[in-house]
């Protein structure tokens, strides 16, 4: 997705994150008094709002970094988190390699491209890693320079309610979900999910992205 305005950006995560939250909605009409079916729709609602998360994290960074992309700016103008992105194919590949030319290059386009137009893979930019805990969503906050500490205080709830019972039923497991914990996770889920737009939006309305 090629994101140039802020309008663009907020309309797409926006748009992005309604859809979810009426799949979810929809299925929620679907629990109360279903009890021959209830345990199997609880299981599948915890597969499909673990998908929902990563799936609007995913969407909403990338759609993020797309707009920094294509926002012009030259690689002395980016934040260190954005720099660090830009360079990245540069920093592996010197740091896998005891090639002088390699490092070279690297310090060479530190010393004398800065002054060009920065130019980020922004469709390879973000990895869930298919496992969204909260380590690896640590990283992607730090990647997007968008404070984590109010994630990371979910952090039991992301590893243990949400992405291990989901693998646990992904992998075969015969999990128990109560409908008052799945609607409580899902409450929790979304109030997550509702603060990663406002941060992302918030970050790119106020140029944070700029050094």
């Avoid at 992309?69 to 934040?79: E, I, K, P, T, V």
């Avoid at 640590?138 to 039991?156: D, F, R, T, V």
Wanted: glycine share 6%.
């Amino acid at each position: 997705m090629i994101i140039r305005t802020l309008e663009q950006l907020s309309e797409t995560l926006d748009s992005d994150l309604a859809w979810r939250k009426k799949e979810l909605a929809n299925l929620g009409t679907l629990l109360p008094g279903r009890r021959a079916h209830g345990t199997m729709l609880l299981r599948a609602g915890v597969c499909l709002l673990y998908a929902h998360w990563e799936g609007f994290v995913r969407t909403a960074s990338i759609g993020y970094v797309s707009y920094v992309a294509h926002s012009g700016l030259r690689y002395r103008d980016l934040s260190h988190n954005f720099l660090a992105m830009a360079l990245r194919q540069n920093i592996m590949e010197a740091g896998r390699s005891n090639l002088p030319t390699l490092h070279i290059g690297l310090t060479t386009k530190l010393m004398s491209e800065l002054s060009e137009r920065a130019r980020i893979n922004w469709e390879n930019s973000i990895n869930t890693r298919s496992n969204l805990n909260s380590e690896a969503l640590k990283e992607i906050l730090a990647q997007l320079g968008i404070e984590a500490s109010p994630y990371l205080l979910k952090g039991a709830l992301l590893d243990q309610r949400l992405l291990a019972s989901r693998n646990q039923i992904a992998h075969g497991g015969q999990s128990e979900i109560d409908l008052g914990d799945y609607r409580e996770l899902q409450d929790e889920v979304i109030l997550l999910a509702d603060t990663f737009n406002n941060d992302v939006q918030n970050a790119a309305a106020t140029r944070m992205f700029r050094k």
